[in-house]
């Protein structure tokens, strides 16, 4: 596993870990996927809640009322997903934390890598468009992440997300300072009326200067949803 060394002082050290019995709102649980998001076979957890308000929101059950979501501790949430430990273990596989936004709950899951130890990967799904101080603290957690970065350009992501992007910019240079740009998947979309071809090279090419090699690009298809 990689940074296994890393990752062993984050569960070592009690400090970083948190309260005990630390819980946060899950929308979903779905297992057993496989080459979607990560290595090996996979268990996706989705978090409710995201500081964003995309125009084409593709996940809005993580938007919507809170008071559907099931709640469940990082212990909780550990001992139901050990059933899968064998999938995990022989594949390389582990857990994928997305949502919502999974990097606005740290410490649930610096909790959650305290119990499962470095023996599952864990892939963080994410915007980064979260305090850098949760970044920092998710890098020793983390095995890898996958960034949908909508769009480098801060007016296109202003106006698509409801929001700047300035976060997400000083996010990819902590990346790249701690050397993880290998470790990122980093997805840059077509979205209809909001950005272009021209737009998507452009964010590549700053991309690739930040050293991110791992860059995807891929259209939105777009369905009709009601939060």
């Given at each position: 596993?990689?940074?296994?060394?890393?990752?062993?002082?984050?569960?070592?050290?009690?400090?970083?870990?948190?309260?005990?019995?630390?819980?946060?709102?899950?929308?979903?649980?779905?297992?057993?996927?496989?080459?979607?998001?990560?290595?090996?076979?996979?268990?996706?957890?989705?978090?409710?809640?995201?500081?964003?308000?995309?125009?084409?929101?593709?996940?809005?059950?993580?938007?919507?009322?809170?008071?559907?979501?099931r709640v469940?501790?990082?212990?909780?949430?550990?001992?139901?997903?050990?059933?899968?430990?064998?999938?995990?273990?022989?594949?390389?596989?582990?857990?994928?934390?997305?949502?919502?936004?999974?990097?606005?709950?740290?410490?649930?899951?610096?909790?959650?890598?305290?119990?499962?130890?470095?023996?599952?990967?864990?892939?963080?799904?994410s915007s980064?468009?979260?305090?850098?101080?949760?970044l920092r603290?998710?890098?020793?957690?983390?095995?890898?992440?996958?960034?949908?970065?909508?769009?480098?350009?801060?007016?296109?992501?202003?106006?698509?997300?409801?929001?700047?992007?300035?976060?997400?910019?000083?996010?990819?240079?902590?990346?790249?300072?701690?050397?993880?740009?290998?470790?990122?998947?980093?997805?840059?979309?077509?979205?209809?009326?909001?950005?272009?071809?021209?737009?998507?090279?452009?964010?590549?090419?700053?991309?690739?200067?930040?050293?991110?090699?791992?860059?995807?690009?891929?259209?939105?298809?777009?369905?009709?949803?009601?939060?």
């Amino acid at each position: 596993m990689q940074n296994s060394k890393i990752m062993q002082a984050a569960v070592e050290n009690d400090d970083i870990v948190g309260p005990d019995d630390m819980t946060a709102p899950i929308v979903n649980i779905v297992r057993h996927r496989i080459g979607t998001d990560g290595e090996g076979v996979t268990t996706l957890v989705g978090f409710h809640g995201c500081g964003l308000t995309c125009k084409f929101c593709l996940n809005p059950y993580a938007l919507r009322d809170a008071s559907r979501c099931r709640v469940v501790s990082a212990r909780e949430l550990y001992e139901e997903l050990r059933v899968d430990d064998l999938y995990f273990q022989a594949t390389g596989g582990g857990v994928t934390f997305g949502g919502g936004e999974p990097c606005l709950r740290p410490d649930f899951l610096l909790q959650f890598r305290g119990c499962c130890g470095n023996r599952w990967n864990i892939t963080l799904e994410s915007s980064l468009n979260v305090p850098q101080e949760n970044l920092r603290r998710l890098l020793p957690v983390a095995d890898a992440f996958i960034i949908d970065i909508k769009d480098m350009n801060c007016a296109v992501y202003q106006e698509y997300t409801g929001r700047d992007n300035s976060l997400v910019l000083a996010n990819l240079s902590v990346i790249a300072d701690a050397g993880r740009q290998d470790n990122c998947r980093i997805r840059v979309p077509l979205i209809p009326h909001h950005n272009t071809d021209a737009d998507r090279a452009s964010s590549r090419r700053i991309l690739e200067k930040l050293g991110f090699r791992r860059i995807e690009m891929f259209n939105y298809i777009i369905r009709s949803t009601k939060l």
